[in-house]
């Protein structure tokens, strides 16, 4: 079976630059920007397990299975 | 933004909160809550005192209260009183609840009325300057207190057994879906509901105890904190400088507006 892929958004405008969804994402999905914001660098290592959407303190990140792969 | 947000929240965000701060995480876990919980949002009251946390009932897309500094319980038994088939969520702070509004704590606990009453322990006052608070851990620093605190530790779960709460429970922001869960059994339990948030304060408390960065705070809950069931095999040395997270306890209560009611039943001659 192939592997379930999600789509990771990160709406930068709520975004605070607190890092705790870089720390917290055992698959390092995301990067930092120069600001220190967060950024998708490899959403395809995401395994939806929805910590970083559920510690998010400014509610700006949301992953979402991915449709029709 | 997701569905569940838009749906719980007024969408005037970004909020007040420090980056990091851990009561956005809070109110995202209730918004979850809500979500399972399915209940018509009209019949829905949020109460807040004064505070960083108390804020959180500008941003609800609920009936809404903010009240005066610690007296959000009062405010919350009032509503109850005069519409029972309300459901009231009560949010308060660490100083708000166990300092400011302590009394009126103890007598919510004992009346054990319905409601669900989240505080959210951040171990400081944040919004005033980072004062410490009575739930500020012993030798912890912050502006009031630069070489750490010299007041022991204040338990606020044990005073809420103590002074009669008929659920009791402890969650952190580490272990999200659980404090969901805390939130969902604490709304379905027909008693006086006490759930203690370990939340963070990178800024006010963070920055004195040289754990600056919040996903440093967020991991020290990580590992500092043990599930009652894990606890209850361990010694008391073992658990000594651990959180205990979980529902701590529970009895079936006998519940303030129901007995009220039946009281003016049986004097208006309904019931002999």
Known sequence: MAKKLYNVTVQEKLCKACGICIALCPTKVFGATAEGKA???????????????MHCPDFCVEVEARENE | MKEIYKEYFRGNLPHIWCSGCGN????????????????????????????????????????????AHGRALP????????????????????????????????????????????????????MTGGQFSPLTPFGKKST??????????????????????SFVARGDIFHAKQLTDLIVEAHNHPGFAVIEVMATCPISYGRHNKIPK???????????????VRADKMTPEEVADKIVVGILHQHEPLEYTKEYAKLVKRLQGGEK
């Open chain 1, 39 to 53: 950024n998708v660098n490899n959403a395809d290592a995401c395994t939806g397990c929805l910590t970083c959407e």
């Open chain 2, 24 to 67: 956005g995480i809070v109110m995202s876990a209730w918004a979850r809550a809500m979500d399972q919980l399915q209940l018509d949002k009209n019949q829905c009251v949020g109460v807040s005192g004064i505070g960083c946390s108390s804020r959180i009932t500008g941003y609800l897309d609920i009936n809404t209260l903010h009240t």
């Open chain 2, 214 to 228: 919040p996903a440093d705070m967020v991991n020290y809950l990580k590992e500092n904190t043990v599930s009652k």
């Open chain 2, 144 to 165: 009031t207190s630069p070489y750490g605190t010299v007041d022991p530790d204040f338990d606020l779960c044990k005073l809420a057994i103590g002074a009669g709460a």
């Open chain 2, 75 to 126: 405010f919350a038994t009032g509503v109850k009183m005069a519409k029972p088939e309300m459901h009231v969520f009560v949010f308060s702070g660490d100083g708000d609840c166990a300092a400011i509004g302590g009394n009126h704590f103890i007598h919510a606990c004992r009346r054990d009325m319905d409601m669900t009453l989240i505080v959210f322990n951040n171990h400081i006052y944040g």
